[in-house]
C-alpha cells in the first residue's frame, strides 16, 4: 500500500514538474508547480511528516503559488514564449543533469544505510518520547507504541524543539519575515520619478482631449 | 518492493535535475524562479526522507525554516521582478543584458 502510494506521488511529482519547465505558457507552469507540491506533500504524509504536508499545501501551494499566478497575471505575460527554446542549452542541461542523476544512482548504490525499508526504520515521533529525565534525575522509559500515538504528535514534538533547542533561529526568522515585508514595501513603492512616466504615457495615448478646446473657444 | 531510503532520495534528485534543467533552458524570469523553488523543495524532500529513516525530527524543523524563508524569498523576489518589469517592460532574460560583458 505505501508502495504503491510511492510509487504514484513520485511519477506525478516528476511528470508535473516536467510540465513546469516545458510549459510555454506561465499560468499553466505555475498550476503545474502547485501540483508538483501537492504530490510533494504527500510524500511527506507517507514519511510521518503531517505537520510539515500540511504546512508545505498552505505556504507553498496557497501563498506562495497565488503569489506567482497574482504577479503572472498583474505583469501581463499570459502570451506564450514566441522565441524558438534553446536547443543548445538544453542538450547541455540534459547532460549535466543526467550526469547529476548517474553519480546520485552510483553514492546510492554503495551506501548499505540507505536500503533500508520503511518499516525497519525508528519513528522519529516515537525516539523522540521515548526517554525522559524526571526532576529527580531518573530516567524514564515512556516508548510510547505508534498504534498509541495519535496523529498530531509530531507537531507536538516539532513545537517543543522549536521552542527549545531552535527557539533562537525561530526568533531570528520572525525578524527575517519582518526585513522581508520592509523590503517588499522600499521596492514597491514609486517614488514620484517612477510614476509620472507612465502617467504620461496614459494621457498620451488617450484621445485628444476635448473638454480643454471647449474651454479655449468660451474663452 | 519495500520503499527505503534511497528511492526517496534518487526522486529529490530527479526533482533537483529538474529544476536545474528549467533555470537552464527558461528564459522567463518568474519561470526560472519557480525552477529554483523547485530545486529548494527537492532539498526538503531530502531532509525529511532522512528525518523519517534516522529517527530524528531535527531534520523537519530544519525543513520548516526552509519553507519560512523560501517565503519570505519569493516575495521579495516577486517584487523584484515587478521593479523590474516597471522599469523595463520584460520579463524575458535576453532582454536584460546591461551587464553583459
Redesign the interface.
Known sequence: M??LF?WIF?IG??GS??T??LNRN?VA??IS?AF??FF?AG??I????F??AA??VL??AG??MV??LF??M??D?TAM?H?P??KF??G???A???G??YL??LT?NQ?P???????E????????VSTEVTAGGQTVDHTVTQSEMDLTD?TH??GK??FT??VA?FEV?SL??LV??I??IV??K?DDR?RSA?RDEIIREAPPVEPKKETAHTR | ???????????A??????????V?????L??I???L??ML?AA??TL??F????????G??F???V??????????G??????L???RQT??V?DLTTLKF
Do not use: K
Request: hydrophobic share 60%; charged share 10%.
Open positions: 505505501n508502495a510511492f513520485s511529482m516528476i514538474g516536467l513546469v519547465i506561465p507552469s505555475a508547480f508538483t507540491i510533494m510524500l511527506f507517507l514519511l510521518n511528516a505537520f510539515l504546512v508545505q505556504v507553498t501563498a506562495v503569489l506567482f504577479i503572472i498583474l505583469l505575460i514564449e522565441v527554446r534553446r542549452w538544453m547541455c542541461s540534459l549535466v543533469g543526467l547529476f542523476i546520485v544512482a546510492l551506501t544505510e540507505g536500503a533500508v525499508g520503511i518499516d526504520a525508528p519513528n522519529p515521533s516515537t525516539v523522540a509530531d514534538q516539532i524543539l522549536l533547542s531552535y533561529p526568522t527575517l519575515i522581508a515585508t523590503g517588499v521596492l514597491c514609486q517612477t507612465p | 518492493m519495500d520503499i527505503t531510503l534511497n528511492h526517496y532520495l534518487a526522486v534528485a530527479m526533482l533537483f535535475v529538474i529544476g536545474l534543467m528549467g537552464f533552458t527558461r528564459r522567463n518568474i519561470i524562479y519557480m525552477s523553488e523547485m523543495q526538503n524532500l525529511v526522507a528525518s523519517r529513516f534516522n529517527g530524528h525530527l531535527d523537519q524543523v525543513v520548516f525554516f519553507i519560512t524563508v523560501a517565503a519570505a524569498e519569493v516575495a521579495v516577486l517584487a523584484l521582478i515587478v521593479a518589469f516597471r522599469l520579463t524575458q535576453q
